[in-house]
């Protein structure tokens, strides 16, 4: 493999390589072409400064300026990250026609807008609710199903032997849900593997993700982890259903489905990123909050995930979708379960009440819940070293759709086998009480009147097996059936999670915590024969899942609200809390989380909330992009449509700049404009001449815009011909005459605050003379932020 990594001066010069804005080509290796300044007519291209890279991590050498302590060679990386993911729009483009339009628009507008709001954050709770229900149901019945048809044959064959045909049973059934779960994936919609909880971080993080937020995702998602859940496979249904409501709100909020080609004439203005962001995250939380019947921790996940300029409404607004998802899914529950007004379901989990005596804690076992939190770091960080490990061999050997599918077949027959000689090479038998209320009781070989313990945690869907961790009765499982199950489970697990199927970690996650935190329980109360009630079982395996969980996800807030309002108990949040805490930082000391590794081996230009540490000596001019690619306010068309044609750039912002007459100064910057926009603007023939002549039909509204968004259609379906070519456009009514700019020795940090805090997609670095010298986009930050290690992984995963 060639190295990637290349010295070159970060001062201006006329014959650097780079290129700018977010269209580097920073992913496929091939050569960038050098840089040129072109004319045609009164229309021109103006290509200025240069492009740097740093690596943070570095160390200074003896070549610095002294003063500054800056390199005068700096590292740059050019294969850092994909040129599939573009930036969204969040901050809005106030041109002239935005401007106009706010301005017309009365009180009693404004009011009927917020309304509007509502109401549709309303749509997006009642249909991430049923969605939620539907998949509650369909799992519940197809797994009943499976689990019946097994046990009867397995009590069958006990008697008079061949239970390898019920092995074989459980693998063929296993399989052929994950055979429809993974060809649907694999072949229809690839975007709706996984949880989708990492792509959702990337969209409300200001990345557009490709089809992430397509209707065809969604069917494929909702029907896949019913697929995957009923095919037994170590995963849960909790986490794609973020993904599911991010979906609906990305379609409810538009009034219109772009994939089956069908406009309700609804909510046009809410057809850009800044209002659609918005609702996505009141359809995250609402996932969220249909998941585990956490409401406010749904509002929190949004904060936590989403970008920093949120308003009381909006708040406001996501947790009104919480509530009503949340009480949608307990009401048709109720009435699915013959108890019409019963809501005592708030989620698809549902962790049971901890309210006895026996499961108080008490101050001295703080220690040890933290304890705990530091195991769980400990197993969460060799869970996502596992994960990454296998993450990269999918990449590199399993990336064709019919190995995917092989992939997942093989992890089910496997589990399958697995569970099954686990079960069966069990002899913890229980006695099956009036209190135990085990779905499936495998009597195996255990006398009568027995069941079979192993048989509780692996012949049942995750979520069961979670709730009787937590409440069965003391004495209901051996040390070594919870130390097997942890041990096989885990690495299960770690298996599953990146197959081509849609699921999700979070139940397994809980599932492997509450059975080695029961473990905790029972090992504690052996210590203290004589007074075992405060080591109680249930207590612990809830500290476990939590521990677990937080070391694997790594997160604090959200998870804390989400775990307490589960659990419906808001003693155990100081507790919880400790665990969480330590369990991300001692995780963070060996590992990312698990979503931020997937997110960085898809070379995804994510930014965290704060820049580097060690990032105050960097200032804007090191940052930034150039040569930057301009257009004059009044341009020639020929000018655009070879700029925008042009596939070695692919620049998506564009600085406007003015000429001051009769005068040889350099021009300064007037305005920035899209290329979205100009696309739209070639396509109406938006040209000067057309207007004096009055052949153009009407002047261009916000509508058409909004009518091409979000698919603005390539520049190569604009048909200009040569006459049209040698025309002229006006672009001072549509760009943004007031983009944000920055001092070209403006530091680093503050930067990348401005960026990230208003959810900027280009950021002009001007000179003091409001010259263009440079432009900052999400990628030049994001690349920064990776260091030199996050380089030495991405040419592993990528090689």
Known sequence: MANITKKVSWSSRGDDSGLAGEGTPLLNGTEIPKPSRQLSGSGSVFRIGRFSTVDLEDDITSEEDPIRGRPKEIPHNEKLLSLKYESLDYDNIENQLFLEEERRMSHMGFRCLEISRWVICGLIGILTGLIACFIDIMVEKLAGCKY??????????????????????????????????????????????????????????????????????????????????????????????????????????????????????????????????????????????????????????????????????????????????????????????????????????????????????????????MGMGAIGGLLGALFNSINYWLTIFRIRYVHRPCLQVMEALLVAAVTATVSFTMIYFSNDCQPLGPEHNEEYPLQLFCADGEYNSMATAFFNTPERSVRSLFHNQPGSYNPL?????????????????????????????????????????????????????????????????????????????????????????????????????????????FQEGLYDIHIKLQSVPFLHWEAPA???????????????????????????????????????????????????????????????????????????????????????????????????????SIHVSQDERECMMDLTEFMNATPYTVPQDTSLPRVFKLFRALGLRHLVVVDDENRVIGLVTRKDLARYHLGKHGLEELQLAQT
């Open 148 to 369: 019946q048809v097994i046990k009867e044959n397995i009590e069958k064959f006990t008697e008079v032997g061949g239970l390898s045909i019920s092995l074989i049973l459980w693998a063929v059934l296993n399989c052929a849900f994950v055979l429809v779960g993974g060809i649907m994936v694999a072949y229809f919609e690839p975007i709706a593997a996984g949880s989708g909880i990492p792509q959702i971080k990337c969209y409300l993080n200001g990345v557009k993700i490709p089809r992430v937020v397509r209707l065809k995702t969604l069917l494929v998602k909702v029907l896949g982890v019913i697929c995957s859940v009923a095919g037994g496979l170590a995963v849960g249904k909790e986490g794609p259903m973020i993904h599911s409501g991010a979906v609906v709100a990305a379609g409810v909020s538009q009034g219109r489905s772009t994939s089956l080609k069908r406009d309700f004439k609804m909510f046009e203005y809410f057809r850009r990123d800044t209002e659609k962001r918005d609702f996505v995250s009141a359809g995250a939380a609402a996932g969220v909050s249909a998941a585990f019947g956490a409401p406010v921790g749904g509002v929190l996940f949004s904060l936590e995930e989403g970008a920093s300029f949120w308003n009381q409404m909006l708040t406001w607004r996501i947790f009104f979708a919480s509530m009503i998802s949340t009480f949608t899914l307990n009401f048709f529950l109720s009435i699915y379960h013959g108890k019409p007004g019963d809501l005592s379901n708030p989620g698809l989990i549902n962790f049971g009440r901890f309210e006895s005596d026996s499961v108080a804690y008490y101050y001295y076992e703080l220690p040890l819940f």
């Open 481 to 589: 059936t919870l130390g097997l199950f942890t041990l096989t489970y885990f690495f299960l697990a770690c298996w599953t999670y990146g197959l081509a199927v849609s699921a999700g970690v979070f139940i397994p996650s809980l599932l492997i915590g509450a059975a080695w935190g029961r473990l905790c329980g029972i090992l504690l109360a052996s210590f203290t024969p004589t007074s075992p009630i405060w080591a109680d079982p249930g207590k612990y395996a809830l500290i476990g899942a939590a521990a677990q969980l937080g070391g694997i996800v790594r997160m604090t807030l959200s998870l804390t609200v989400i775990m307490v309002e589960a659990t419906g108990n808001v003693t155990y949040g100081l507790p919880i809390m400790l665990v969480l805490m330590t369990a991300k930082i001692v995780g963070d000391y």
């Open 614 to 716: 060690t990032s105050h000596w960097l200032t804007a001019r090191e940052v930034m992009s150039s040569p930057v690619t301009c257009f004059n306010r009044i341009e020639k068309v020929g000018t655009i449509v070879d700029v925008l044609s042009n596939t070695s750039t692919n620049h998506n912002g564009f600085p406007v700049v003015v000429q001051v007459l009769d005068s040889d100064e350099p021009a300064k910057l007037c305005g920035l404009i899209l290329r979205s926009q100009l696309i739209v603007l070639l396509k109406h023939k938006v040209f000067v001449e057309l207007a004096r002549s009055r052949l153009s039909q009407r002047k261009l509204q916000l509508k058409d815009f909004r009518d091409a968004y979000p698919r603005f259609p390539p520049i190569q």
